[in-house]
């Protein structure tokens, strides 16, 4: 909105006209000549300087399991990403991508197969909160930035989006409905706690010492795990917010007793909460997730141990709607979004 404002400001319009286009942004117009309180000069002017970014459904499936519908949207440049809106009891979650592709290369994540290929727009990263509401006749009450990417990675646009989507003049969704996860990029962990935005911040972790999840997780030759977990302390003790660590259990590789302890010892003294997500098997990937039995086993340790532990909710089974997994299917099959490559 500031620099709507300041664009408006500069062509001599009051700056009012700012909160008219950007309401009708909010509510899905495409044209300028739709902005019906706009003057016709102003129509033109605004159609010469600007455009607005659109994205088009490219496949869209439809769970028989449960309400999961998960979309491949197309880029107005031809790259596909993925978006998956999930029902439950308390309204309608959207997941959304932040990147086209992936540069971290996590061991059991599709989406960072064939690397990164851009960052997304703030406007694209919002569109896909937009389209799924025209689509599904809904409103979207969450909001998980789980999606393909980094979010951490593309720091800059994603700040514009949150500030965006929650503005009271947009979609107006509340920070405290919004979760960010990130692999562990610290720098920018320290200028996110700077803003101090009341948003969920979640981490994914996914081992409990420098050895396994380097394994797992390139980031960590980078970040090691102990000033990733220093690094959530002093973000904790700037914004006050409970941290979330995401934990994919991996058949005999992070599901024992041992692994439970080494948990419980490294979040000593946060306020947290362990978000337990059994590991998704990928196209050539070697991960499996433990029983159901195991998994219950597990989470029963941590509680016992003192951690608030859940095991997600597995959703859309049959739709492939683990990230990353539909995108790489259409990549391969029609050869979309593979070009152009940032290393």
């Given at each position: 909105?500031?620099?709507?404002?300041?664009?408006?400001?500069?062509?001599?319009?009051?700056?009012?006209?700012?909160?008219?286009?950007?309401?009708?942004?909010?509510?899905?117009?495409?044209?300028?000549?739709?902005?019906?309180?706009?003057?016709?000069?102003?129509?033109?002017?605004?159609?010469n300087?600007?455009?607005?970014?659109?994205?088009?459904?490219?496949?869209?499936?439809?769970?028989?399991?449960?309400d999961?519908?998960?979309?491949?949207?197309?880029?107005?440049?031809?790259?596909?990403?993925?978006?998956?809106?999930?029902?439950?009891?308390?309204?309608?979650?959207?997941?959304?991508?932040?990147?086209?592709?992936?540069?971290?290369?996590?061991?059991?994540?599709?989406?960072?197969?064939?690397?990164?290929?851009?960052?997304?727009?703030?406007?694209?990263?919002?569109?896909?909160?937009?389209?799924?509401?025209?689509?599904?006749?809904?409103?979207?009450?969450?909001?998980?930035?789980?999606?393909?990417?980094?979010?951490?990675?593309?720091?800059?646009?994603?700040?514009?989006?949150?500030?965006?989507?929650?503005?009271?003049?947009?979609?107006?969704i509340?920070?405290?409905?919004?979760?960010?996860?990130?692999?562990?990029?610290?720098?920018?962990?320290?200028?996110?706690?700077?803003?101090?935005?009341?948003?969920?911040?979640?981490?994914?972790?996914?081992a409990?010492?420098?050895?396994?999840?380097?394994?797992?997780?390139?980031?960590?030759?980078?970040?090691?795990?102990?000033?990733?977990?220093?690094?959530?302390?002093?973000?904790?003790?700037?914004?006050?917010?409970r941290?979330?660590?995401?934990?994919?259990?991996?058949?005999?590789?992070?599901?024992?007793?041992?692994?439970?302890?080494?948990?419980?010892?490294?979040?000593?003294?946060?306020l947290?909460?362990?978000?337990?997500?059994?590991?998704?098997?990928?196209?050539?990937?070697?991960?499996?997730?433990?029983?159901?039995?195991?998994?219950?086993?597990?989470?029963?340790?941590?509680?016992?141990?003192?951690?608030?532990?859940?095991?997600?909710?597995?959703?859309?089974?049959?739709?492939?709607?683990?990230?990353?997994?539909?995108?790489?299917?259409a990549?391969?099959?029609?050869?979309?979004?593979?070009?152009?490559?940032?290393?």
């Amino acid at each position: 909105m500031e620099e709507l404002s300041t664009y408006i400001l500069s062509i001599g319009e009051p700056k009012f006209r700012a909160k008219q286009i950007f309401k009708w942004l909010h509510r899905g117009v495409r044209r300028f000549d739709e902005m019906t309180d706009l003057s016709k000069p102003l129509q033109a002017k605004l159609d010469n300087d600007a455009y607005i970014t659109t994205l088009k459904i490219f496949k869209r499936f439809k769970s028989q399991l449960d309400d999961t519908v998960k979309y491949l949207f197309q880029l107005e440049d031809g790259n596909i990403i993925e978006t998956v809106a999930m029902s439950y009891h308390h309204g309608y979650s959207i997941c959304i991508s932040s990147q086209v592709g992936c540069r971290m290369g996590c061991a059991f994540c599709q989406s960072t197969k064939n690397g990164l290929v851009r960052s997304l727009t703030a406007g694209e990263i919002l569109d896909q909160i937009i389209k799924v509401q025209e689509d599904l006749g809904v409103r979207i009450s969450n909001i998980v930035m789980m999606g393909i990417g980094e979010p951490l990675d593309n720091f800059d646009e994603v700040i514009r989006f949150l500030k965006n989507v929650n503005n009271p003049d947009g979609i107006n969704i509340g920070y405290r409905h919004i979760s960010l996860s990130t692999c562990g990029l610290i720098p920018q962990i320290d200028r996110l706690a700077e803003y101090e935005l009341p948003i969920t911040l979640s981490i994914s972790l996914h081992a409990t010492n420098d050895e396994k999840r380097s394994q797992i997780m390139p980031i960590n030759r980078k970040y090691h795990i102990d000033q990733l977990i220093d690094a959530c302390r002093k973000y904790q003790e700037q914004t006050g917010r409970r941290i979330s660590f995401e934990y994919a259990v991996i058949d005999g590789v992070n599901d024992r007793y041992e692994n439970a302890k080494e948990l419980k010892d490294l979040l000593k003294g946060l306020l947290c909460h362990v978000n337990l997500i059994p590991v998704n098997p990928i196209e050539d990937g070697v991960f499996r997730p433990p029983s159901r039995k195991n998994i219950l086993g597990f989470q029963e340790t941590l509680i016992k141990m003192g951690l608030n532990a859940t095991i997600r909710r597995t959703l859309g089974g049959d739709i492939s709607a683990s990230c990353g997994q539909l995108r790489h299917q259409a990549s391969e099959k029609e050869g979309i979004g593979l070009e152009n490559h940032q290393q």
